[in-house]
Every structure is written in C-alpha cells, then in structure tokens.
C-alpha cells in the first residue's frame, strides 16, 4: 500500500499553509491517478472530480467514496451519487487539475479558470501557451513557484527530460537524436487499436523534441516517433553527444542516483516492456503503475563521445509525480527536493530500485 507522510508548512510562503483543496476535471487515465495521489498527500485535501456520464470510471469513484461533481453537460447519471455542481467544486477548490482530452483544457481555461480567478494545471496534450511554464519537477521546479497555469508535459517529453537532464549536469550536451517507438493505443483503449502496422509520425521534428525545449530551454534535440502494436509502454532509443567523454559504469551510476528512473539488466530477466509491467504487479503499485523510467543496463552503450541508450516510459504513471508536485510548486512550496521526496514516498517511488538489477 502506498504511504501518507506528514510534511512540514515551513516551506510554504506566508502565514501557517492548512491544506490545498484540490478539484479534479476529468476522470480518465490521468485524472483517476492524479485523485487517488492527492488521496495520498497530508498537505491536500481532494474536493471532488467532475462526472459527464455514467461509466465503470464512475462507479469505482463512487465506491471510493470520491465526491462527484456534474460537468455542465452532463449526460444521464444513472443514479451516480452526486455531491454538486461544477461551479461548486470551484468555487470549493484553490486549484484545479484539468485532465481533460485535448483541447479541452484550454477551452475550460478560458471559460471557467480565468474568469473564476483559479489556478489551473494541465497536461501534456495542450499547446505549451495554454500555461505560464512547461513543468517537470526535477529540471524546473523553481521556474513554476506560485503560478497560476502550469503545463505538465506529457510521459515521452517526462521521460527525456528526467534522463536528459542527469546528463547534461555530469557531461554536458552537444546534440540529441532520438526516436519515439509509441504505444498503438492504452490498455482500455479500444477504439485505436489493434492496429497490424508500424505507423511513422510524417513531420520531423517529432513534437517531442520541441516539447523537451519548454523544459530545457537550450536542449539541442532532434526527435521521430512511430507507434507500434502493443499497448503497454512506448520506448526511446537515444543517442547524446556529450561534451565531455562518458563512461558506461559512471553513467549507470548516475541513472541509479536519479530520482524517478529505475535500472534494470538482463539478468533479472526483464527484458520487455512485458516484463516491466509484471514486475510493478508484483512490486505491488497501484494500478500496476510503474512511474520511473526504465533504463536497461546493457542498453547504455558509449562511442566516443556518443552516449545511447535505451529508456521505457509508462505512458500511465509518469506524470502522475508530476502534476502532485506542480500543485506545490503553484501553491508557493517552495523547497523542490521536499516536495519530490514527499511524493516519491507516497507513491512508492524509488523503493526497491535495485531489487530488478543483478549483484553480479
């Protein structure tokens, strides 16, 4: 089971900080995780989400006894236990996290976040100017202090940016390429998948590197992507030109000292995407989740200056982190390092990093 941890309101700018009520749009695979990790935090308190219609989504809510709020246009409840409006939960809330579908978040901003004054923080799918600042906690926490809109990027550009950025502070960076091989579709989804093919992305760059920018800013990236069948993770394969030369056994090391990337090696035998998965089941996460990314070790290579490696992302969970520390970091915590450190503990994050990479 997940932990709740006390965390002092030193931190916080101003008088004595009592808890951040918190309100949730959008109940789909981001915004059901995002609820059961605020459930989560000693300094939040979960107001409610918005319910559009009657769904297994909703009744699951239900059953853990979340308030349910009703979307403007809303659809037939069948009976749903509900506790207000939408405008209530607004109005009840300091913050809201928008985890609607693109663009959907924008258009709620423009109509309910800005005109009601309230802070807002959205997902990956928006265009980086529906906020103030593109967020990863661990690369530009300082940068989202006391925001009003903060724009979590989405799991692949979350997964470049915690790698990249472990690299460029030990190496230093002259040039990123990498390629996106995407997930066809999430697990539920059944309306884009199976799919028999392999899909290239036609534009190049891939948004992916571009989106890594809003986050560090002078990252000289250069991205493709292509979805393939399956359902469970996207991977990158990527190849960095340090400035200076890295060593296979010193870069592994780093990987292992950053926070939310996991190693893994052959040994283990995990060695698929497959196998990850199985092995969050068995390491108890909620949801199966496994929000680090994951770096295999024999897939770290070096060439001269030329680092590759290759990373999975758990296109389900890694934002999750993200958006509870972006709340924080919108509400004026201000010390980054306890923020990340509360929210690791809370969501297992870290724990038993080594447990699936050999000792010899």
Aim: charged content about 25%.
């Amino acid at each position: 089971m997940w932990k709740v941890l006390n965390i002092s309101d030193k931190n916080y700018k101003g008088e004595k900080m009592s808890k951040i009520k918190v309100g949730i749009v959008g109940y789909g695979t981001i915004g059901k995780r995002v609820a059961d990790a605020v459930l989560l935090q000693d300094d939040m308190e979960l107001v409610g989400v918005t319910v559009r219609s009657y769904n297994y989504r909703m009744i699951s809510a239900e059953a853990k006894k979340i308030p349910m709020y009703t979307w403007p246009e809303a659809k037939e409840l069948n009976g749903l236990k509900i506790t207000g409006t939408f405008e209530e939960l607004l109005k009840q809330s300091d913050i809201i996290v928008d985890c609607s579908p693109k663009p959907k978040g924008v258009e709620n901003k423009e109509k309910y976040y800005v005109p009601n004054k309230k802070k807002a923080i959205f997902q990956g799918g928006e265009k980086p100017d529906v906020a103030e600042v593109s967020f990863t906690a661990q690369c530009n926490y300082d940068e989202a202090l006391n925001k009003d809109y903060i724009r979590v990027v989405s799991c692949n550009t979350t997964g470049l940016c915690r790698t990249l950025n472990a690299i460029k502070s030990k190496y230093g960076i002259d040039a990123v390429h990498a390629t996106m091989i995407r997930r066809g579709a999430d697990p539920w989804d059944i309306r884009h998948g199976p799919i028999n093919a392999i899909v290239p992305v036609l534009e190049l760059p891939s948004h992916h590197g571009p989106d890594v920018k809003t986050v560090l800013k002078d990252m000289p990236i250069f991205t493709t992507a292509l979805s393939v069948s399956s359902t469970l993770m996207h991977m990158h394969t990527v190849t960095v030109d340090c400035k200076e030369t890295p060593d296979v056994d010193e870069v592994l090391k780093l990987f292992e000292n950053t926070t939310r990337i996991r190693v893994v090696d052959n040994a283990s035998m995990v060695r698929s995407t497959a196998e990850i998965m199985e092995y969050a089941k068995d390491l108890g996460r909620n949801r199966s989740d496994m929000p680090e990314i994951v770096i295999w070790k024999e897939a770290v290579g070096v060439t001269g200056n030329k680092l590759l490696y290759m990373q999975a992302i758990h296109q389900e969970s890694d934002v999750i982190c993200e958006n509870i520390d972006a709340i924080r970091a919108a509400m004026g915590f201000e010390d980054a390092k306890a923020s990340i450190e509360k929210t690791n503990k809370t969501l297992q994050i870290d724990e038993c990093k080594n447990c699936a990479k050999s000792v010899f």
